[in-house]
């Protein structure tokens, strides 16, 4: 089992910026990609951004390219997704995830990820 804990959600105004983190715990060994998905009220999880757990790709939806950043600290089992000019429709809960497949294209569908956070809420005012 993998444990994934979410933190620094929050409230924020347009254009300004937020970091969160997720940290594993468990039976880490079995991680090979970390993600980030979200879901605003009313609408289907989606997939955000995600880095393999080793080498330098990351993936990222094309409504947050160029805004956020994904990162890792292997050695803290730890991810991160830094988040730039904010706008209001990023306001959701935003949850991490772990994938133990070995490689994939782009780590970009739910069902690919085995273990989740219970979420963090970000919340983007006008």
């Known amino acids: 089992q993998v444990q994934l804990v979410e933190s620094g959600g929050g409230l924020v105004r347009a254009g300004g910026s937020l970091r969160l983190s997720c940290a594993a715990s468990?039976?880490?060994?079995?991680?090979?990609?970390m993600g980030w998905f979200r879901q605003a009220p009313g609408k289907e999880r989606e997939f955000v951004a995600a880095?393999?757990?080793?080498?330098?790709?990351?993936y990222y939806a094309d409504s947050v390219k160029g805004r956020f950043t994904i990162s890792r600290d292997n050695a803290k089992n730890t991810v991160y997704l830094q988040m730039n000019s904010l706008k209001p429709e990023d306001t959701a809960v935003y949850y991490c995830?772990?994938?133990?497949?070995?490689?994939?294209?782009?780590?970009?569908?739910?069902?690919?990820?085995?273990?989740w956070g219970q979420g963090t809420q970000v919340t983007v005012s006008s």
């Open positions: 880095v393999p757990w080793s080498g330098s790709t990351t």
């Open positions: 468990g039976r880490t060994f079995t991680i090979y990609a």
């Open positions: 995830a772990a994938s133990r497949l070995y490689s994939s294209y782009y780590y970009n569908t739910r069902n690919e990820y085995h273990s």
